[in-house]
């Protein structure tokens, strides 16, 4: 997948076009494809290198987004191309 990622160890951000999918670990996670995501306050700060953050491997910014689902866990409430939108601190809200 093709993703903007922050480089703990440069303190910059790189385009990847080639990130490692996610995998489905448990039967009630879901993977969202993004289809729009938001930069706030947390991403700067992480960029900035005042927030903590993996230093291990690139890490993909903008945890509040909006997407499609992907793929589902059999567990999951959710199914293959629901429309959803993500709010980190709660959620994932589907219509």
Do not use: W
Not at 12 to 27: A, F, H, M, R
Not at 37 to 59: M, N, W, Y
Not at 75 to 92: C, E, H, M, T, W
Request: aromatic share 10%; charged share 25%.
């Amino acid at each position: 997948m093709e993703a903007v990622v922050f480089d703990g160890k440069t303190l910059s951000l790189k385009y990847e076009k080639k990130y490692p999918l996610p995998k489905l670990i448990n039967d009630t996670d879901v993977i969202v494809k993004v289809a729009y995501s938001g930069v706030c306050g947390t991403d700067l700060h992480i960029i900035q290198g005042e927030f903590p953050a993996s230093k291990e491997r690139p890490l993909p910014l903008g945890h509040e987004f909006s997407g499609e689902v992907y793929e589902a866990g059999k567990a999951s409430i959710f199914k293959k191309g629901q429309k959803v939108v993500v709010d980190p601190n709660r959620y994932l809200i589907f219509h």
